[in-house]
């Protein structure tokens, strides 16, 4: 591979020059270590390619590029251990593009109540719905970005991974495994030139005969080796390699990033109960959880006044009966909630009519309805 002539990074010469050693050095015994030491992971799985050609025509698949798709989604702020079963409840659920697509959001919604970062799911639900809209399906880089919720790394990967194609990879596994082998003192940070180096690096690797698995090699190993704390250098296969192990810095290369303060925040939650029915509201738009089925919940500045607040909300029913029923307490981010659950009774009074976005569901059938793990730790009882 030559050097580029109008590199966007600040890749020098002689870094380029000892990257490329580098990385010769360690396709091998980078492939020979991953045959033998790769998890068995459903998306891994091969297909048959045969009934890939009619809808993939530019390029036959070696993998389901929609199963790709959906792991690397998932993958996204998420460990591996939880998002297995969850995949295969997915795709049980949902196991082609057009019934994503068919499915509405509420399906979408619940099938993803747990892993957290809701929008991932919305975006699969808008990517897939976009993908049957179109005469040809995607198979490049440049295709795969113009699905809602695709960015270069998720396009990079389901590229090299299902089609075998030469596209870079850069995940926080890549970042740290380049920091080590290359000695880089820095990280990938947003719109700099350092991120332009790493993505130029990860465009490098991938430049060499059966990409798709030399990324997937790079990823495992920094996943199951080369460990953000203590790693298992010992097992590595790229000792010789390293820079970092060479100079005893392997505990210190890449730099931590710095963890955002953790905020707590008082909320209040209601199971408000009513002839055996239970009062369920759609969360506003904009709002924490918008577009989720959730109990009455009040957070921040507003859960002392949450009786008022309610009654506000909810002009044409009477609190009856009102007792604490649990605490418990749920991360979303930076942020650690401490809900407080209330059993509410309450009657509606003649003139009662549901506000905007509220429901009321017969209680065995309220698990049913709901999208989110938050609404279901509130259901719960201890």
């Known amino acids: 591979m030559q050097k580029r002539s109008t590199s966007p990074s600040p890749i020098s ?38 009934g890939q050609k009619k809808k993939w025509s530019d390029l036959t698949a070696r993998r389901s590029p929609y199963a790709v798709w959906v792991s690397e989604i998932m993958l996204q702020q998420t460990q591996v251990a939880a998002v297995v079963p969850y995949f295969q409840n997915w795709m049980a659920r ?35 719905q976009k993908m049957v809209s179109l005469e040809k399906r995607p198979v490049t880089v440049e295709e795969w970005e113009r699905i809602p919720g695709i960015g270069p790394y998720t396009a990079g990967a389901i590229v090299s991974l299902a089609f075998g194609m030469r596209a870079p990879i850069l995940d926080g596994n890549v970042v740290r495994v380049f920091s080590r082998l290359l000695g880089l003192d820095f ?91 239970v009062l369920v509201e759609t969360r506003a738009p904009g709002s924490f959880l918008a577009g989720h089925a959730m109990f009455p919940l009040f957070h ?46 309450v009657v509606r009074n003649a003139a009662y009519e549901p506000t905007v976005g509220s429901h009321w569901f017969p209680e065995p059938e309220a698990d049913r309805v709901l999208t989110n793990a938050l609404a279901r730790k509130i259901w719960t009882r201890p």
Request: aromatic share 10%.
């Open 13 to 50: 010469t002689a870094f380029y020059s000892t990257a490329v050693q580098i990385f010769a050095q360690c396709r091998l015994p980078l492939r020979k270590w991953f045959k033998k030491a790769a998890r068995s992971l459903p998306w891994r799985e091969p297909i048959d390619t045969a």
């Open 94 to 128: 949902f196991p082609t593009v057009e019934a994503l697509a068919r499915a509405s959001e509420e399906e979408v919604l619940r099938a993803w109540a747990g892993l957290g970062y809701y929008a991932r799911a919305r975006n699969l639900h808008r990517g897939a």
């Open 187 to 277: 990280l990938p940070g947003k719109g700099t030139a350092e991120k332009h180096l790493y993505w130029e690096l990860a465009r490098l690797w991938a430049d060499a005969a059966q990409p798709g698995e030399l990324n997937e090699a790079l990823m495992e190993l920094g996943a199951l080796v080369c460990t953000p704390v203590n790693p298992e250098c010992a097992r590595c296969p790229l000792p010789f390699s390293c820079s970092a192990l060479q100079g005893g810095r392997q505990n210190e290369l890449p730099p931590v990033k710095p963890r955002a303060r953790v905020e707590e925040v008082s909320a209040v939650a209601l199971r408000a109960v009513s002839g055996g029915k």
């Open 300 to 345: 921040g500045a507003e859960a002392p006044s949450w009786r008022a607040t309610f009654q506000q909300r909810h002009p044409g029913l009477k609190i009856v009966e009102a007792r604490p029923a649990h605490t418990f307490r749920h991360a979303i981010m930076a942020k650690r909630y401490v809900v407080t659950v209330w059993e509410l009774t």
